[in-house]
């Protein structure tokens, strides 16, 4: 039998058995709330994780949305494809010079092979060192960029890419936003994928602004350095890629200083991307610029000229064509010629005005305000280099001294001097001496003009000047090809844009006479008609009074020939011959000659009484010097599209409007108003020259008209408001000193030229008194030119002499 086991071991089995149910027991709780824990984890990462997943979800639907959003308008990016911007459109003289521009935006479009290889990687290292590597976004520079604004403490650097900013510029506004970011982004990663590293670089390079209303590197080139963009060095280069953060900060004009930090940080950038050498780098800092501030051709060379050719293609082609599109416009306009023109101008006005005594300085300084503007002119002169010989200043009087002396005067930090020699003009009031101290005081503002050099006392010599009252115009035209190579408009474009060659309409006076001569030899007058010049009366219905016309002499001459009356503008003549030929005629014939001004049905045209242009009056003269041909005024002779397409390509159109001997027996007239007549100043010209003065009732305007075998030119003198220009002045001496200045620089290298003679002009010994054949004892005999068939056929007393053209030149040559 199974003996039965031990109490104790039982108990202690039992008690065994007891603790280790405890021990179970505990474990189990353990492994439980080690479960419950991991349990409760993973629901926490689960929650986490599709929490974290609807997240993701939310924001990829989210930005889904945004995209979807802001997709609907975000622009074709395509169009970069064909990009057209706005471009300069571009005036050029006959002799190759640029003379003016007009633009919204002034850019030089211009090819990237054309740019300098060092200016293209200075802008990528300044601007967008990863250019090469991003696809249009670079989110490592941006969050380099934002670390580097950190440390910092401001906003040192940017993230925006080239293509970003090309992005910007083309398609979004510069407002600070998400939204525009977030389409910078879009739009920048598009262009990066569509177009090569290349095509982006071109698009940023033109189209980015550089200050000072240069838009490109090339026009920004020309701006701050005056030259080509394919010139540039590269510290230029580095000066200009500088320059996108902040135009204006950095300006080389403005802030050189600033500018030249700027060139330095990108050079130094330049180096560490490795496109240059620190040797290369250290050279270019050390270079000293030379910041060429771009002059205004428009302003320098042709203002009144250039003017009126931006009138002219506005109105033909429209603003946006002109302002944008790029036109190259070329202009029959010589520089050179135009320099003269204006400088007879100058001249010519300078003098006439010092004929009239001075007005008085141009204003007075305020007590204590002599060295606040001394110091301001002295800056505006150093801006400029320095004092120019021969250059008007403004100036300011600080001594009068004795009266064997002159003033003293300051033009910045520099002293001058004006002796009582170089003011007599201004001393002499009406036949009397007026006294230095009545004329100026200490603190007056006056204008000079500068000697040669200083003396030994570092005085600068200077003459007094003041700028003129009076205007003037000139115009001069060529009759072989129509091309108006000089026009001046007035004596400062600057002050006054109104062009008075061919806006104004004034009163002639008696250049109008030519045409009326004509017309009359064209009604079978001849330069030896015999005319009474004598006291006439009329009656005007229109004014209910006498109309009684005087020469400008006040004194009558009786028997003259028509050659004569002309060469001394008698007024009594013209208006018998005009009252013999008719008004209507006479108006019918100047319309003929390219008078389009409306003239008055009465006897006064005969002495000029209707305001003419002086575009139209040497226009007419131009028929006598072209055989009798009139021709179109060209100031335009070619214009250009930005694709090469000619718009227009001008040639003056000749017309025949009166015979050619008709136009020689004017030309032979006029070579009288010189030779003999009230142009005879012009005969310092010592060539053959034919013309005619004017002057108006009540000295108000003074002309000068006359031409050579190869310029009409025309001068006009007088007030805009149409006042006196002061006793004695007259056609002669106030226009004409304009027209020989001016003339007398053209013709200086050209040789002496005659007028042709048609084959049917005869000329015949005539008595000088009488218009008939001379006789061999005759005191006073000339040869006088005719249309073959109207020589005079009775002689003084017996035959005389008859040549023929070819026996008179080797006459005159002999």
């Known amino acids: 039998m199974l003996a039965q086991p031990p109490k104790f071991t ?90 003016g521009e007009f633009f919204k935006e002034r850019r030089i479009l211009t090819p990237l092979e054309k740019m300098p290889t060092t200016l293209r990687n200075a802008f990528v290292a300044a601007e967008d060192s990863r250019f090469y590597k991003h696809q249009g976004v670079d989110f490592y520079s941006i969050v380099r960029a934002f670390l580097k604004n950190i440390e910092a403490g401001t906003i040192v650097q940017g993230g925006s890419t080239i293509t970003q900013q090309v992005t910007k510029s083309f398609f979004l506004s510069p407002k600070r936003s998400y939204e525009r970011k977030i389409k910078e982004a879009i739009l920048a990663y598009r262009i990066d994928r569509s177009f090569s590293k290349a095509e982006i670089l071109y698009l940023y390079l033109n189209q980015i602004y550089l200050g000072h209303g240069a838009y490109g590197v090339a026009a920004a080139a020309e701006n701050y350095f005056g030259k080509p963009v394919g010139d540039l060095t590269l510290a230029e280069c580095a000066v200009l890629a500088g320059l996108p953060r902040a135009p204006s900060r950095y300006s080389p004009f403005k802030a050189p200083e600033k500018a030249r930090q700027r060139q330095i940080y990108v050079l130094n950038r330049m180096v560490e991307d490795g ?24 302003l320098e060379k042709a203002p009144y000229y250039t003017e009126y050719v931006r009138q002219y293609a506005e109105e033909t082609y429209g603003t946006d064509a002109l302002y944008k599109e790029g036109l190259t416009i070329h202009t029959a306009v010589n520089t050179i010629y135009q320099g003269f023109a204006q400088q007879a101008i100058e001249k010519g006005l300078r003098a006439l005005d010092k004929r009239h005594g001075y007005r008085g300085p141009k204003r007075q300084l305020p007590s204590g305000a002599m060295e606040a503007y001394t110091e301001k002119a002295q800056a505006q002169i150093t801006a400029k280099g320095g004092l120019i010989p021969h250059h008007l200043y403004e100036a300011v009087v600080t001594r009068i001294a004795a009266k064997k002396s002159g003033i003293q005067v300051q033009i910045g930090n520099h002293k001058g001097v004006i002796s009582r020699k170089s003011m007599a003009w201004a001393l002499r009031s009406k036949g009397k001496q007026r006294a230095l101290d009545d004329l100026f005081s200490v603190g007056d503002i006056i204008d000079v003009r500068l000697g040669e050099t200083p003396d030994h006392d570092r005085n600068w010599p200077v003459s007094l000047e003041q700028e003129p009252a009076v205007q003037s115009a000139l115009l001069s035209l060529s009759p072989e090809n129509g091309h108006v190579v000089a026009m001046v408009g007035g004596y400062d474009f600057k002050n006054n844009q109104f062009n008075r060659a061919i806006q104004a309409r004034r009163q002639p006076g008696s250049a109008f006479k030519p045409i009326v001569y004509a017309a009359a030899i064209d009604k079978g007058y001849t330069p030896a008609t015999v005319m009474i010049d004598s006291p006439v009366v009329f009656w005007d219905k229109n004014k209910q009074r006498y109309w009684k016309p005087k020469n400008y002499q006040r004194s009558f001459h009786g028997k003259v020939l028509l050659r004569n009356a002309l060469a001394k503008s008698m007024n009594i003549i013209t208006i018998k011959i005009l009252q013999d030929i008719g008004v209507s005629y006479a108006i019918d014939y100047a319309r003929n000659l390219g008078i389009t001004a409306p003239l008055s049905e009465n006897l006064s045209i005969a002495l000029g009484s209707s305001g003419v242009s002086l575009l139209e009056l040497v226009n007419a003269y131009t028929v006598f010097d072209n055989s009798g041909y009139k021709i179109t005024p060209v100031f335009i002779t070619r214009i ?20 050619s001997n008709t136009a020689y027996l004017m030309t032979s007239m006029l070579e009288s108003v010189v030779n003999s007549g009230t142009g005879a100043r012009m005969r310092v010209l010592k060539r053959p020259v034919a013309g005619k003065t004017g002057t108006t009732n009540g000295l108000k ?12 030119t025309g001068a006009w003198v007088g007030h805009d408001q149409s ?22 620089h053209v013709l200086a290298d050209k040789p002496v030229r005659v007028f042709q003679v048609p084959e049917d002009i005869v000329f015949v010994k005539i008595d000088a008194k009488t218009g008939l054949l001379a006789i061999a004892e005759s005191e006073e005999t000339r040869f006088e030119c005719f249309k073959a068939g109207t020589a005079p056929t009775h002689y003084a007393k017996k035959p005389g002499t008859v040549l023929d053209t070819a026996d008179l030149f080797k006459k005159m040559l002999n």
């Open 10 to 99: 039982i108990g202690k089995l039992s008690e065994n058995h007891g603790k280790e149910g405890a021990g179970n027991d505990s474990s189990t709780t353990i492994r439980k709330r080690r479960r419950r824990k991991k349990g409760t984890m993973r629901r926490i990462f689960t929650f986490l994780f599709y929490l974290g997943l609807a997240g993701f979800i939310t924001g990829v639907a989210a930005a889904i949305g945004v995209y979807l959003y802001l997709n609907k308008d975000l622009p074709k990016i395509n169009t970069l494809a064909d990009y057209r911007p706005p471009i300069i459109s571009s005036v050029y003289s006959s002799d190759g010079y640029l003379i």
């Open 275 to 298: 496109y240059i050498t620190n040797v290369e780098a250290t050279d270019a800092m050390a270079r000293k610029l030379e910041i060429k501030p771009r002059r205004n051709p428009y």
């Open 640 to 659: 250009v599209d930005r694709n090469g397409e000619v718009l227009e390509d001008n040639v003056a159109v000749r017309e025949k409007v009166i015979a």
């Open 701 to 712: 305007d003074a002309w000068f008209v006359g031409y050579t075998p190869r310029f009409v």
């Open 723 to 744: 006042e006196s220009l002061g006793p004695k002045e007259s056609g002669a001496k106030a226009a004409g000193p304009i027209w020989l200045d001016y003339m007398t």
